[in-house]
């Protein structure tokens, strides 16, 4: 664990008061790659939180206390990523949302851990986040296990007897989701027929689609997100290998078919049901259509991680991180964006939250994921 402290910053840190507010006391940071390889990820983020902290200021804000946003951009680095946490200490937040990466969350929430600060990932689904039992790490989202799990079960029913090549970028995340699939299909009697780890930022994977190519593999299961992923298979094609890419949320951003081309079509991912079907997203989806702005991937976790903590805030009738932690612990479900939400003693969420989606091409000639 990390001494208390806090260190100067060069990330760029801006203050939202949201509504109208000149006086916003509850201090909530969001930790996002707003810039780098996984920015749009950081979007989603950015849109939920601002969307979240509009709407309760509305409302009255967090136990009658208006929200003031600041924003740490990450850039997908966990030295970055300590860094924002450490600024977040300075500036006397009490509440984070974020980050994405889980390779970001594991050490920014030790430093958040230390300080006294509740932390709620909508993004990071690495085992590890949760595992080590920290009083003030959640989740809206679910695990890399429990994802695997998924995938796992549908290469061995639905895709009996295809050969399965593994491959992964190294990352906490990409590795972790990769081998939780692959121990999961292990365990179910299909072994890979390839199993390597590339590095994040590869641009030139020839080397790679020629050793898929001689595997035979007919799916590659790519633990990772879109870009290097999207590359994979830009690539594939480019060899005329017919091979199908299977991933995980990581490449759950309309970006992932744009970096990959046509061939982005029939791409098989695990990702949450779709949010944006549920009912009690209704009135949200309106607002963010008159902004413009589709809520998609992780928009609507976050906005869920924001109210979850007003409600949490509201049930302990206090705004100290520990003790609104303790009410989240309880087990009772909190209404959100995404549907009731309730944790166990870790900080998981105690629903299923894995579904199959196919990538395919819309009427309007657009590649994008629709789930099965």
């Not at 009490?94 to 509740?118: C, D, R």
């Not at 299977?246 to 991912?269: K, Y």
């Not at 009690?280 to 992780?298: D, Q, T, W």
Request: charged residues 20%.
């Amino acid at each position: 664990m990390m001494a208390k402290r806090w260190l100067s910053s060069s990330v760029v840190v801006a203050a939202l008061l949201a509504a109208t507010s000149a006086n916003a006391d509850v201090k909530v940071g969001i930790i996002a790659p707003l810039t780098g390889p996984n920015a749009s990820f950081g979007a989603q983020l950015k849109n939920g939180a601002e969307q979240a902290a509009l709407d309760l200021n509305e409302k009255g804000g967090i136990n009658g206390e208006k929200i003031t946003l600041i924003f740490g951009d990450d850039a997908s680095q966990p030295a970055q990523g300590v860094s924002v946490a450490n600024t977040f200490v300075g500036e006397g937040v009490k509440f984070v949302v974020g980050a994405f990466n889980s390779g970001v969350t594991l050490p920014a929430s030790e430093v958040l851990a230390e300080n006294g600060i509740l932390e709620i990932t909508p993004g990071s689904t690495g085992v590890q986040v949760t595992e080590r039992k920290f009083w003030n790490i959640f989740r809206t989202c679910g695990r890399d296990d429990q994802q695997g799990g998924v995938a796992a079960r549908y290469i061995v029913e639905k895709l009996k007897g295809k050969k399965i090549a593994v491959i992964h970028d190294k990352t906490p995340y990409g590795k972790g989701l990769a081998d939780e699939t692959k121990k999961a299909m292990n365990l179910a009697g299909v072994k890979e027929v390839m199993y390597e780890g590339v590095n994040t930022g590869e641009k030139d994977f020839s080397a790679l689609v020629s050793k898929l190519k001689d595997s035979g593999a007919d799916v590659l299961y790519w633990g990772g997100v879109f870009t290097e992923g999207g590359l994979i298979v830009r690539q594939m094609r480019d060899q005329g290998v017919a091979t199908v890419l299977m991933g995980g949320d990581g490449i759950a951003e309309d970006e992932f078919a744009q970096v990959a081309g046509p061939g982005a079509e029939g791409t098989l991912m695990t990702f949450a049901p779709d949010a944006q079907k549920r009912t009690e997203a209704a009135a949200v989806l309106a607002k963010f259509a008159a902004r413009n702005f589709k809520p998609a991937g992780y928009t609507l976790y976050t906005y869920a991680a924001l109210e979850i903590i007003a409600q949490a805030a509201s049930a302990a009738k206090s705004l100290e991180p520990k003790k609104v932690a303790t009410e989240m612990h309880k087990g009772a479900p909190y209404k959100t964006v995404i549907g009731d939400i309730a944790y166990d003693a870790k900080g998981d969420i105690t629903r299923p939250d894995y579904v199959m989606y196919t990538w395919m091409k819309g009427a309007d000639g657009k590649i994008t994921y629709v789930q099965q």
